[in-house]
């Protein structure tokens, strides 16, 4: 090769480096801010395509354009009344004025840290204004349609004036107004969870266990009430049925007894001598076996059908 051949071969590679840096590519979700010596030059440039700039003295910073989240760390707030809870908050944002957040934040995570300290603290401001149902709550409830098994449930009951959503509202409101100067514009912002702390949670729990405990305790005597209610509807209808059974009894057997007897005088009217010798029989049947004994007269009507004939 020959040293013709190797200066052009080094001027093309100059070239297409300088090329390379002088030109940049803006994609659709990104935006970008020109600086020349750490400071921004010209307006932002926000349309997609390719575009150029000075080679080694304009560097590109690219920005989102984007939705961002900004997910806080859960802060244990005081409410009004002195109820101490964690609050877990959620929001979302996006850079409107890049060139504004490049002069007072630089980067995302300036931005975040920036976001930490005004959501974090209106959302402690707005916590410390309101009772605890107020934020716990977003609508009042119907004491129609809700059934009410203690004291405290009836509390919750009580009207609401604002309610979380209204909460989470105002706390997006105050918070945007201090972050428009910054270039951003906070688009949503949302209570994720809300808890009591671990000392009052244990407390909060003990509460409601006992509370279960005593609803489940006045089922239990209801049911043992009722069984023995059941109980004794069981015990008295038995006894009922027993009786009009025995009653049924008697008059069955009443009745056999009766007609028993009809037929019994019916025989003895139509052959008395016979009536008497069948009867006497059964009596032999009934009182004599290999074991008895009698000692009785010769004149006894008892051995009357015994006796030889003379």
């Known amino acids: 090769m020959t040293n013709s051949t190797i200066t052009k071969v ?6 297409l480096f300088v090329l390379s840096s002088a030109t940049y590519q803006v994609h659709e979700v990104n935006q970008v801010i020109i600086t020349q010596f750490g400071e921004p030059t010209g307006e932002p440039v926000t349309e997609p395509g390719l575009h150029f700039k000075i080679p080694f003295v304009q560097q590109t910073n690219y920005f ?9 760390n859960p802060n244990q707030v005081p409410t009004k009344d002195k109820r101490f809870i964690w609050v877990d908050t ?27 300290d ?16 107020e934020i716990v709550r977003s609508t009042n409830r119907d004491p129609d349609t809700v059934q009410i ?16 959503q209204k909460i989470a509202a105002e706390i997006l409101e105050r918070a945007a107004g201090r972050t428009e100067d910054l270039g951003i514009e906070l688009l ?15 407390d909060v729990f003990a509460r409601m266990i006992a509370e279960r405990q005593r609803i489940a305790a006045e ?10 209610r059941i109980s004794g509807e069981r015990e008295r209808d038995l006894a009922r049925i027993t009786s009009e059974a025995y009653r049924t009894a008697e008059e069955i057997r009443g009745t056999a007894d009766a007609e028993a ?27 004599m076996d290999a074991s008895t004994f009698f000692m009785l007269g010769t004149d006894s009507e008892l051995l009357k059908y015994l006796e030889q004939p003379r």
């Open 118 to 133: 005004i959501l974090d603290g209106e959302t402690r401001n707005a916590v410390a204004r309101y009772d605890l149902i």
């Open 261 to 287: 007897t009809s037929i019994y005088a019916a025989a003895y009217n139509r052959d008395p001598d016979f009536y008497a010798f069948t009867k006497s029989l059964e009596t032999y049947e009934e009182t």
């Open 219 to 228: 089922f239990r005597s209801e049911g043992q009430g009722e069984s023995a």
């Open 149 to 164: 098994e203690s004291d405290e449930e009836t509390a919750i009951l009580d009207e609401i004036q604002m309610g979380r």
């Open 90 to 116: 959620y929001a979302r944002w996006r850079i409107v004025d890049p060139l504004r957040f490049f002069q007072r934040l630089r980067d995302e995570l300036g931005a975040q840290s920036r976001l930490d």
């Open 64 to 72: 989102e354009k984007r939705f961002l989240e900004w997910d806080g």
């Open 10 to 15: 080094i001027i093309v590679l100059g070239v």
């Open 188 to 202: 949503d912002l949302r209570l994720k969870r809300i808890n009591y702390v671990a000392e009052v949670q244990q």
